[in-house]
T-cell receptor
């Protein structure tokens, strides 16, 4: 069965420190993963997707098929990064675009 | 960019009444939309997939007679919580994709439902 695991519900770091939000997945096919972010009082929005291989707001995420991980990283956290982050795995064409979401990680960046 | 509008943002209703929530894709057509519940500091729980012109597909454990979904046009899906009870109080979110493939989801801003 398809599953996404975010082991940390809460993560707190100081401003300027590196941050890594973990995401592990189980999927039999070739995965395509996303990170979504929800800032306080705002809607969920796409942060980045692995096929883009881009850096958004200083965040990067590398798909590691060997470890079945898609961890989100930023070398120097900022206070405005405080938000809830979700890792998501689309279920593919046969499921009309449904996605499996992790439970989310609330990141707090302290001044 | 693609925008999904959800209305109302918040609603308070009395127990036993019904509440309708609208989800609109403003600048694209969405043959499929998704409805979720989100509990405080928790993940999104997919409730159902709304299909334009056909019946919605409900996830296991979600009562279809309780949560009526109508997707009458390519830009509008509605979720009606019928005979609402306090335990239905939650944050409801809709989303849609621009295309049928694994493109990113675009989310509405959510509806906070409080049933008194």
């Amino acid at each position: 069965a398809q599953r996404v695991t975010q082991p940390e519900k809460l993560l707190s770091v100081f401003k300027g420190a590196p941050v890594e939000l973990k995401c592990n997945y189980s999927y039999s096919g070739s995965p395509e993963l996303f990170w979504y972010v929800q800032y306080s009082r705002q809607r969920l929005q796409l942060l980045l997707r692995h096929i883009s291989r881009e850096s958004i707001k200083g965040f990067t995420a590398d798909l590691n098929k060997g470890e079945t991980s898609f961890h989100l990283k930023k070398p120097f956290a900022q206070e405005e990064d405080s938000a809830m982050y979700y890792c998501a795995l689309p279920r593919g064409y046969t499921n009309a675009g449904k996605s499996t979401f992790g439970d989310g990680t609330t990141l707090t960046v302290k001044p | 960019g693609a925008v999904v509008s959800q209305h109302p943002s918040w609603v308070i209703c009395k127990s036993g009444t019904s509440v309708k929530i609208e989800c609109r894709s403003l600048d694209f057509q969405a043959t499929t939309m998704f409805w979720y519940r989100q509990f405080p500091k928790q993940s999104l729980m997919l409730m159902a997939t709304s299909n334009e012109g056909s019946k919605a597909t409900y996830e296991q454990g979600v009562e279809k007679d309780k949560f009526l979904i109508n997707h009458a046009s390519l830009t509008l899906s509605t979720l009606t919580v019928t005979s609402a009870h306090p335990e239905d109080s939650s944050f409801y979110i809709c989303s849609a994709r621009v295309s049928r493939d694994n493109s990113p989801l675009h989310f509405g801003n959510g509806t906070r439902l409080t049933v008194t």
